[in-house]
Structures are given as C-alpha cells and as structure tokens.
C-alpha cells in the first residue's frame, strides 16, 4: 500500500485542526486540502478531539480502571504454580499516567481473598521483588458520533477500548472494510458525505457494544464477578457465550446492508 501511494504519504507532520473547506492544517504550518478526513490515528487521537469537540469528555481517554503486572516466567513453571484447570494448553483505580509502580503489599492485598494454592501462585510468579512495573488499561467513553460533516474516525480513534475481547484489530478490520465499500460507491462530494454517515450509523452500534461487554468481561474474567467469583465451572459458563455476538458475525452481510442503506438514501 505504501509503495501505491508513493508521494502521497508523509510521516512528518501532524494535524492539529481542520479548516473549511476541508483543509488540514499540521503542525508544522503546512496545509492539504481534501474532500474527506478519515482519523485513523489511534487511541491518542486528534482527530477524535476535532471531531467531537475539546469540551465532550468522550472526546478524551478515561483509566478503565484496570493495571497489569507482567511476569516473564517459563510456562511450566506458571503451571506449576497456578495448577493444571487455571493453566491449560487448549488454544494455544484512576490515574493519568500510562504506568505505575506497584510493591508486593499492593499485590498480596488485590488477592488475598483468593485460595490459598492461587495466592501461592501470586507470591511465586508477582512478588520475587519489592516492586513491579503495571500498566494500566484505557478506553474512550462511548462516543455520540464516528462522522460529523467531512470528518470521519475509525479504529482506536473511534473506539478505543480494554483487551477482554481481543478485538481491537478486528473492529479496526471491519470498519475499514464498510468505510472503504461505501466510499467506493461514492462518486461525487455529496455522496462520501452520506458514505461516512452511513459508516457511522453502522458501525458505532457494534463496536460500542464490544467496548462495553469487553468491561464486564474484564469484571468476569478478573474474579470480580459476583456470580461467579472464582468458580471455574461458573466461569466456563458465563464467559464462553460472551463472544458469540462477536464471532458469529456475517461481515459480508455487514457490509451490504451499509451499501444497500446508501444506495437506498441517496435516491429519495
């Protein structure tokens, strides 16, 4: 794709605002004018912020109330410690730092209401020094709009969101798929307007729902459920259908539909 592009592409600028009509203003003061802006840049986004307005708080990230631990250690090692049902081969608080530093009292203190094999586990695999390094996980609060005028967000811009699902790849996917096919319909100005509003309409229901059932998931999977805490069978049980509506998806049919309302709008 780079190589089709060729001149097209620059990776030295950012765009700080757009200006009417359609003009990109980057941060070293040059200008490109355009009939459409797709943001695709990411969870930090600026485009987001254009789109939907410094003030709107959903323009900006919020913790989602999570951070991780890492532990590098040898997988057998892990399942030794964590035992043969929590480690199986089978498929193969609020801060604005991306960081913290969290000491072993932190940690013991999050688990110490779990059973004493897995709180072992946690002493083995978290607490071989004072202090661990975590990172914290973020999200976007769900946004009112993906499309406003010639302005248009996907992927993390649109939709950042916590890693429960592992679907932030595939939402970014699925959005370029329906966005590329209803701009391919688009033969005039008017018509890529109504392409990214169509988009928009589409695309924000799905991908918010993911955001959404990717906290409660989280809530599941973390042992914070109160209807299954750390019940493995209660587990399989609640968390297995959580992906249906996600995997068993038509996204063919996804994108038609989106075709099909555009064609239908654009001539009443």
Same mark, same amino acid.
């Given at each position: ?23 990109? =203003? ?20 600026? =485009? ?153 309409? =589409? ?66």
């Amino acid at each position: 794709m780079i190589d089709e592009a060729k001149d097209d592409v620059s990776w030295s600028e950012w765009i700080v605002r757009t200006a009417v009509p359609q003009r990109c =203003v980057f941060t070293d003061g040059s200008t490109y004018e355009c009939d459409i802006v797709v943001g695709a840049d990411g969870i930090y986004s600026t =485009v987001r912020k254009i789109l939907l307005g410094e003030e709107d708080p959903a323009a900006h990230l919020r913790n989602a109330g999570w951070w991780a631990v890492m532990a590098l250690k040898p997988y057998e090692e892990a399942r030794a410690c964590l035992g043969s049902e929590y480690a199986r081969d089978a498929d193969a608080e609020a801060s604005d730092s991306w960081q913290r530093v969290v000491s072993v009292e932190d940690i013991l203190k999050l688990y110490q209401d779990w059973p004493p094999y897995l709180k072992d586990a946690v002493v083995k695999l978290l607490c071989g020094q004072p202090e661990q390094p975590a990172i914290y996980f973020w999200e976007h609060p769900p946004a009112r709009t993906y499309a406003f005028g010639h302005i248009c967000i996907v992927g993390d811009a649109a939709h950042a969101t916590t890693p429960w699902h592992g679907s932030r790849g595939g939402m970014s996917i699925e959005d370029t798929l329906v966005l590329s096919a209803l701009l391919g319909h688009a033969g005039t100005r008017t018509e890529a307007l109504k392409a990214l509003e169509i988009y928009d309409r =589409v695309r924000r229901p799905r991908t918010q729902r993911i955001v959404e059932s990717s906290s409660v998931t989280g809530t599941i999977l973390t042992g914070k459920g109160e209807e299954t805490e750390l019940d493995l069978d209660k587990l399989r049980k609640k968390l297995l259908p959580r992906w249906d509506f996600i995997l068993d998806f038509d996204n063919e049919k996804h994108r038609d539909k989106a075709i099909e309302m555009m064609t239908l709008e654009l001539k009443t």
